[in-house]
């Protein structure tokens, strides 16, 4: 395998140009000049680095220092995860440079009234047509567990797939009917996307302005907004046609749904836009530049000498 000179970050495409998510479980992940590479006992498959969003490794993955350094250097989320993807257990590092959107993040989330209002946007965004200004949380949850009642009942009746509830148990996969699995299976790898896109913007995965004290909160906020259009009709449509061998047919399926409807670029403006930072493509403050903070000039010239003051 060979190697080659490191990335310029500037030409490398944005994270809402990319494609989406490579699953892989039992194989060696390494590194083919800037493509990876996964081999196993069928062969060799090469993937382009800079083209990807985020790798995810299931169990008997093997990867490679070369394989690492390369997502690195492409901004790649690499996230290692549990049997059948529904796991979650570490990532790598992300495609961000600046910490604006972070902070900016940080202090919406850390304001009762800011958090509030952002937290009304993102319901708003699942209620079209709908004023929710004057609503309180409690009963911005109770429309929305009506709302997802109706979207199960809606794809059940859809696909003629029989449909109870959403129970699942974290600690056992198999512990649940076929159509629970391919909504556990769906929801993984959009939330593999979602956790990739937040990172390559900068910011914290665990700070929620809905959901609260975990370390993917605001991954769960933003993957909540495309459910009921992604992870939800998928898994019914391959219960339908696939019976109950799931796991696999329904990461391909939500793939194909993520490509279709542009779920990564949707997701990079939706969260600027709530965060209120809609950055441009040639804005300097998404440039690597580490600036000193002042109490009323705010960010000021770092690498300087202030002695002179």
Known sequence: MSTSLPLERDALPRVRDRLSFVYVEHCIVHRDSNALTMRDQEGVVHVPAAALSVLLLGPGSTVSHQAIALMAECGVSCVWVGENGVRYYAHGRSLAQSTRL????????????????????????????????????RQLRGREGARMRDVYRANAQRTSVRWASRQYNPTDFDDSDPINQALSAANASLYGIVH????????????????????RSFVYDIADLYKADTSIPAAFDVVRDTGTEVTAAARHRIRDLLFEQKIIQRCVADVKSLLGEDLSDDDPSETQVASLWDVRAGAIEGGKNYAEE
């Open 196 to 215: 990739a896109v937040i990172v390559s913007l900068g910011c914290s995965p665990g700070l929620g302005f809905i959901h609260a004290g975990h370390e």
């Open 102 to 137: 972070l902070v900016a993040q940080a202090r919406l989330v850390s304001h009762e009234r800011e958090r509030l209002r952002v937290a009304r946007e993102m319901y708003a965004m699942r209620f079209p047509g709908e004023d929710v200004t004057g609503l309180t949380m």
